[in-house]
């Protein structure tokens, strides 16, 4: 019955990692910029990824570049 538990335990565990990790893969948000002019409209976040560079402007446009291999 320990043993059973301890298992169980050890599996769920394994797999919280592994979505952690596909999670972490994923987003664009490895590395986070940001950059805040004289007037706040001017506020610009960069947003740096695995597999892309992203740009978020405080007027709410969001463009994404997928970096070339």
Known sequence: MASTAVQLLGFLLSFLGMVGTLITTILPHWRRTAHVG?????????????WME????STGIYQCQIYRS
């Open 54 to 57: 992203c740009v978020w402007h």
């Open 38 to 50: 004289t007037n706040i409209l001017t506020a610009v976040s960069y947003l740096k990824g695995l």
